[in-house]
């Protein structure tokens, strides 16, 4: 039995194209969203991305971050493919520490720490998000196996330790800025993150 329960739809009309908008609400009570496009039914794996809440990536266009290039790219790639999923995870800003730590650990970057030592510094985990409540909505929704858009392979293996297959994995390639090119550096040499095939070309 789903520990998530469904609390609301309706059509959502985006600049990318239309989009059935779900809200479940999760474990902790964070309200999540699922944006769906075409049929989910049947044997074919589904395009999805687990997209991690980002308020300033995602809403103020922050060059710190890819995540709003992220977000930006994966709905228009679920749109052309006419069939996919993407869920927004609340909760997971920062990786999971929540904004106010988030932008202490901004502060601490600025001093010259990566990410990953700016979270440390301040007692806490490289990455504390937990992806249960997405392999739940895509069970709820009928979704088994997925083609998963990701650079990141713990959400591989945690989807996958969920009951979702995950049959292959489709690459997020967005461009570096010289804001952000350390940042994700980092999260590629430190958390085992895959190379961007741009990142990759431009870096060797």
Same mark, same amino acid.
């Given at each position: ?57 995602? #809403? ?23 069939? %996919? ?8 800003? %920062? ?32 990455? $504390?998000?937990?992806? $249960?409540?997405? $392999?739940? #909505?895509?069970?709820?929704? %009928? ?62």
């Amino acid at each position: 039995m789903s520990a998530i329960d469904c609390v609301a739809m309706a059509t959502l009309p985006t600049r990318y194209g239309e989009f059935t908008m779900y809200v479940y609400e999760g474990r902790d009570g964070s309200e999540h969203v699922a944006l769906t496009v075409g049929d989910l039914g049947g044997l074919a794996p589904v395009l999805v991305r687990l997209h991690s809440e980002c308020l300033t990536g995602d #809403i103020f266009g922050s060059a710190r971050c890819d995540c709003g290039e992220q977000l930006d790219a994966s709905l228009k790639l679920i749109q052309q493919a006419g069939r %996919g999923v993407l869920i927004y995870l609340r909760g997971h800003e %920062g990786r999971g520490i929540g904004l106010v730590n988030k932008l202490r650990a901004y502060g601490l970057q600025d001093q010259g720490l990566d990410t990953v030592e700016a979270n440390r510094a301040l007692g806490l985990p490289d990455d $504390a998000r937990d992806y $249960a409540d997405a $392999a739940d #909505i895509l069970g709820e929704l %009928g979704v088994r196996q997925v083609l998963l858009l990701t650079n990141n392979p713990t959400k591989i293996t945690d989807l996958e330790a969920h009951g979702i297959a995950v049959v292959d994995r489709v690459p997020l390639n967005i461009t570096p800025n010289p804001r952000n090119a350390h940042y994700i550096r980092t999260k590629q040499e430190r958390m085992g993150h895959f190379r961007p095939i741009e990142y990759a070309v431009a870096q060797d």
